[in-house]
C-alpha cells in the first residue's frame, strides 16, 4: 500500500507560477507511475499530467501542454507539478495518485493510490 499526500497549492494572480508536491511512503514509491488530476466545482475530475514509474514517460493533457512540467525524484519518494503561466480556469482542487507499474497513463481507473488533494485558486 502507498499513502500520498499531496501539497504547494495555494491562491495565486494569473500568470504566476505554483509548484505542487506529491510525498509518497510505504511500498517502493519508485514502483508507481504518478499522475496528477484535478476537479473543479461542479465539473468531473479531469486529468492534468503522468510520469511513469521508471520516469522516462510522460503525458499532459492538451490544456496544461507547455505550461505544466511534472518530474519525480524517487529517491526522496517525491513527484512534483510544476506549473507556469497559471489562468483562472486552472483553479481547482489538485491530487496526485498512484499506479502500480504502469506507463504515463491518463485513465483514472489504473490509479490506486489518491492523494487527499490540494487547492489551487488562480484569480483574474
Known amino acids: 500500500q502507498v499513502q500520498l499526500e499531496d501539497s504547494g497549492g495555494g491562491l495565486v494572480q494569473a500568470g504566476a507560477s505554483l509548484s505542487l508536491s506529491c510525498s509518497g511512503s510505504g511500498r517502493s514509491f519508485s514502483d508507481y507511475a504518478v499522475g496528477w488530476f484535478r476537479q473543479a466545482p461542479g465539473k468531473e475530475r479531469e486529468f492534468v499530467a503522468a510520469i511513469s514509474w521508471f520516469g522516462l514517460t510522460r503525458t499532459y493533457a492538451d490544456s496544461v501542454k507547455g505550461r505544466f512540467d511534472i518530474s519525480r525524484d524517487n529517491a526522496k519518494n517525491r513527484a512534483y507539478l510544476q506549473m507556469n503561466s497559471l489562468k483562472s480556469e486552472d483553479t481547482a482542487l489538485y491530487y496526485c495518485?498512484?499506479?502500480?507499474?504502469?506507463?504515463?497513463?491518463?485513465?483514472?481507473?489504473?490509479?490506486?493510490?489518491w492523494g487527499q488533494g490540494t487547492q489551487v485558486t488562480v484569480s483574474s
Open positions: 495518485a498512484a499506479a502500480y507499474r504502469r506507463s504515463a497513463t491518463m485513465t483514472t481507473e489504473h490509479y490506486d493510490y
